[in-house]
């Protein structure tokens, strides 16, 4: 026997099976909402991790493509690595749960989230994020929930909440607000130039919509929670707080923190732990805790310095933002290119301009999205940090900031029709101190504009952070955050979007919530701080678009053809359009709707191409001129090609004024000639002349 709960959230049944499956883990759920079932579970360790002094929490989202009745593509016909967006949705289901856990907990956590069927008007991430917070909440593992995650649309200026598949391919907000019973402790937003009041709105909506789903988990586990379990407090012991204070004063570290100068300050920090080491080489437990009482400290100071003292590390003000620089063109040959520096971050985006048939193609759970034509990669390298380890490909945060900046970009970016091109931008990471993702939009945004893209507006990304106190009322926001106050800070807020709304949202908080005027704040301060990096910077540097793609971006014609006629263009095994390709060097897309691209880099072999498609396409009418090759000699006259696949004949009395004995005393093989059509003969095949062209 297993206990099953149900209620109605946004016109669809959610429903949590507890005690029905996967019994041995520490908390398990089957989740289902609508027909989409998603299998949660939670595990934790028995014993605290040694060496560490983080909280190792690993979220994993598992899509299985049974899930959508298909089977994997590729030769392995078995689910590989992680997709990008499984890694997102891991991220966006760590980032609420991970503040909820005791500080002082080192036990290893698994938060397993299995999709097992997909009903596309039931969201699976939000269902797996609702099954992760009621799974770890009925379960022995200490955490202070459960919380509740909904989704907001936009749709004709109304609010809908959890979208269908139809209201998210029209609505022109994709929000997530996950929740505690008093706060909002996660948002996540993709927008089409959103306002920021209505942004508020829709959060809070959301907010109010999650207390509901609270009180209905809040029934679950008052009767299935289990007793949460004792576990070993790695907390820092306080006699090596008070004997640290001794030896280093809170002037001595405030001085060593305050400087705008990363190196000197992790020099400063160095210089102090070795002197500690040294004074407590005799109290091995104390030196295993070390590093962490030192963060610890430095993170105690910051924060006093902040909210107590108005002083940031740097000596900027509040709401002032680090020195801006942005310069346009740095990379030769390149389709476009974009530097956007503050302060110590350093981001240079590089733009690709490709036919349409470079989108990438996407095999997911999601069946409305089976291609992507605008790509965003992020890059992280060590020594953007001054550090030095292998580079192993992309991680979870490198992806998850790629996908930040291609959210906040799209919503400008301007329709295939308009501009026929699959777009990729690469932000290579020069130099890091905090809030790389949206140096990458700003430098995203003009790279696209030096490229030639027609985007709608520029787009620029500030971060926001937080330091908190005692009340709720007790708190400053800061803007443009830099490392130092993002690691020992309780938020990173991030904000993108243009002068008429937002575009992207990204807010990760390491306390338990944020309240309305928090929030509101945090949103008016990005917003005045994006519209002056936009005026006063980015503008300088590039205003608007390029009327034109470069001189080494690929060239693109489109033309329409009747559907009908796609066939005669392709030709038996692509052999007509294969001989365009080979004659002219171009590169041809056809759309099922009869839409063709050219694409190439000389503007004459384009024109002959997008002409001999026109050729085939065209039916042979009286009256009509072509120019055509001999490709075939006959006593009785010579067949010409006007396009490959499209041949007509010129009898031998229509070659020429004058009597013709023999064909080849004319012509010969490989000639171009023109020719008239003279319309059908009595066998009903057209013929052509090439002596009466001039007529």
């Known amino acids: 026997m297993y206990k099953k709960y149900e209620m109605e959230l946004a016109g669809r049944t959610l429903r949590v099976d507890v005690d029905r499956v996967a019994k041995q883990a520490n908390g398990a759920v089957l989740m289902h909402y609508g027909d989409t079932t998603v299998l949660c579970t939670a595990t934790a360790s028995e014993k605290p991790r040694d060496g560490i002094d983080f909280f190792p929490l690993s979220v994993e989202y598992n899509e299985r493509m049974y899930a959508v009745g298909k089977i994997p593509g590729g030769f392995n016909k078995r689910e590989g690595k992680a997709s990008e967006n499984a890694i ?37 991430e939000l269902t797996a994020m609702l099954g992760a917070s009621i799974a770890t909440s009925i379960s022995d593992i200490p955490f202070d929930g459960p919380i509740s995650t909904t989704q907001v649309g936009l749709v004709d200026g109304e609010f809908v909440f959890n979208p269908t598949a139809d209201q998210r391919d029209v609505s022109d907000l994709a929000l997530t607000v996950a929740s505690t019973k008093e706060k909002v402790i996660m948002i996540e937003a993709g927008a089409n130039e959103v306002p920021e009041d209505k942004m508020i709105e829709a959060i809070f909506a959301a907010h109010d919509l999650n207390q509901k789903v609270i009180a209905f988990f809040d029934t679950i586990v008052a009767e299935c929670g289990k007793k949460k379990h004792e576990y070993e407090s790695c907390a820092v012991p306080q006699e090596l707080f008070d004997a640290i204070m001794e030896i280093v004063p809170p002037a001595t570290m405030e001085e060593a923190v305050f400087t705008d100068d990363k190196q000197t300050r992790e020099e400063n ?33 910051v924060r006093k310095m902040i909210l107590k003292d108005h002083k940031r590390p740097d000596g900027r003000a509040i709401d002032q933002i680090r020195p801006l620089a942005a310069e346009v063109d740095l990379i030769p040959r390149v389709h476009g290119s974009a530097m956007f520096t503050r302060g110590q971050t350093q981001i240079c985006t590089v733009t690709t301009l490709a036919p349409l048939s470079e989108a990438q193609r996407l095999d997911g759970l999601d069946e409305a999205e089976t291609s992507k ?113 993002d690691f020992f800070g309780d938020m990173d807020f991030k904000v993108a979007g243009t002068h008429k709304g937002i575009t992207a949202i990204q807010m ?132 010409l090609e006007f396009a490959p696949g499209k041949e007509g004949l010129v009898h031998i009395s229509k070659i020429a004024k004058q009597r013709v004995n023999k064909v080849e005393d004319v012509l010969a093989l490989g000639d171009v000639v023109k020719a008239v059509c003279l319309g059908k003969d009595k066998m009903g095949r057209f013929s052509f002349s090439i002596r009466d062209v001039a007529e």
Request: aromatic letters at 6%.
């Open 508 to 639: 990760d908080i390491k306390i338990h919530g944020l309240t309305r005027p928090i929030i509101e704040e945090a949103i008016a301060a990005t917003k005045k701080a994006r519209t002056y990096i936009i005026d006063e910077v980015m503008n300088k540097a590039i205003a608007e678009p390029r009327p034109e793609v470069g001189p080494y971006a690929p060239k693109i014609i489109q033309m329409q053809i009747d559907p009908q006629k796609i066939g005669d263009v392709v030709g038996q095994r692509g052999k007509t359009i294969n001989a365009i390709i080979e004659q002219t060097g171009v590169k041809i897309d056809i759309e099922d709707d009869g839409s063709v691209s050219i694409c190439g880099t000389e503007k004459e072999a384009m024109e002959k191409a997008a002409k001999l498609i026109h050729i085939i396409v065209t039916e042979f009418e009286a009256g009509q001129v072509f120019e055509g090759k001999v490709v075939s000699i006959k006593d009785f006259g010579a067949f």
């Open 269 to 301: 920090i160095r210089q102090i732990t070795e002197k500690l080491e040294e004074a407590f080489a005799e109290k091995e437990e104390w030196l295993d805790v070390l590093g962490e009482a030192v963060y610890q400290y430095q993170k105690k100071t």
């Open 88 to 124: 997102l949705t891991d991220r966006v289901i760590d980032r609420p749960m991970r503040p909820l856990f005791p500080k002082d907990y080192r036990n290893d956590v698994t938060l397993e989230n299995l999709v097992m069927s997909v009903d596309q008007d039931c969201s699976p």
């Open 373 to 485: 034509r605008y790509m965003h990669h992020y890059n992280f390298p060590s020594y953007s940090v001054g550090e030095t380890k292998p580079s192993r490909g992309p991680g979870r945060r490198e992806i998850g900031h790629g996908a930040l900046a291609e959210r906040a970009l799209l919503p400008v970016l301007p329709s295939e029709a308009e501009f026929p091109y699959a777009i990729r931008t690469v932000s290579e990471t020069f130099e890091s101190n905090g809030s790389t993702s949206q140096a990458s939009v700003c430098a995203s945004s003009m790279s696209l504009m030096t490229a030639g893209v027609p985007i709608k507006s520029a787009v620029a990304g500030i971060s926001a952070g937080l330091v908190t106190g005692e009340t709720d009322d007790d708190y400053l926001v800061l803007t443009d955050i830099q490392g130092l106050e």
